[in-house]
């Protein structure tokens, strides 16, 4: 009897030890996991901040060209209006060595 009092026991140390290394077992591989979540999440995060930095940087140059390209427009809006008076008109004909009807020119001589 003593010594299936002893084999019983000896059995339930065995279990007692199989559930320790089996606990122990099972927190290292759920800290193992949880480790391997937070490096995969931590790169994740910096390929997203770097992402972020580059589209900052390309809205900054877009928002200068777009204000560059507005003051383009108005410049072309101005030389339209421009275009459109006989002061412009009158400007072109004389580069182009026009001359009213009645207008006589004098040269210097050399």
Same mark, same amino acid.
Request: net charge positive; aromatic share 8%.
């Given at each position: 009897?003593?010594?299936?009092?002893?084999?019983t026991a000896?059995?339930?140390?065995?279990?007692?030890?199989?559930?320790?290394?089996?606990?122990?077992?099972?927190? #290292?591989?759920?800290?193992?996991?949880?480790?391997?979540?937070?490096?995969?999440?931590?790169?994740?995060?910096?390929?997203?901040?770097? %992402?972020?930095?580059?589209?900052?940087?390309?809205?900054?140059?877009?928002? %200068?060209?777009?204000k560059n =390209?507005?003051?383009?427009?108005e410049e072309?809006?101005?030389?339209? =209006?421009?275009?459109? %008076?006989?002061?412009?008109?009158?400007?072109?004909?004389?580069?182009?060595?026009?001359?009213?009807?009645? =207008?006589? #020119?004098?040269?210097?001589?050399?």
């Amino acid at each position: 009897m003593a010594a299936q009092k002893r084999k019983t026991a000896t059995r339930r140390l065995s279990t007692v030890r199989r559930r320790r290394i089996h606990s122990k077992r099972m927190i #290292i591989t759920i800290s193992f996991v949880v480790m391997a979540f937070c490096i995969v999440m931590g790169a994740q995060m910096l390929k997203k901040y770097n %992402t972020l930095k580059e589209l900052q940087s390309q809205e900054k140059k877009l928002q %200068t060209q777009y204000k560059n =390209e507005l003051q383009l427009s108005e410049e072309l809006k101005e030389q339209e =209006e421009y275009v459109k %008076t006989d002061d412009y008109v009158e400007e072109m004909a004389r580069n182009l060595g026009l001359l009213y009807p009645n =207008e006589v #020119i004098f040269k210097p001589e050399e």
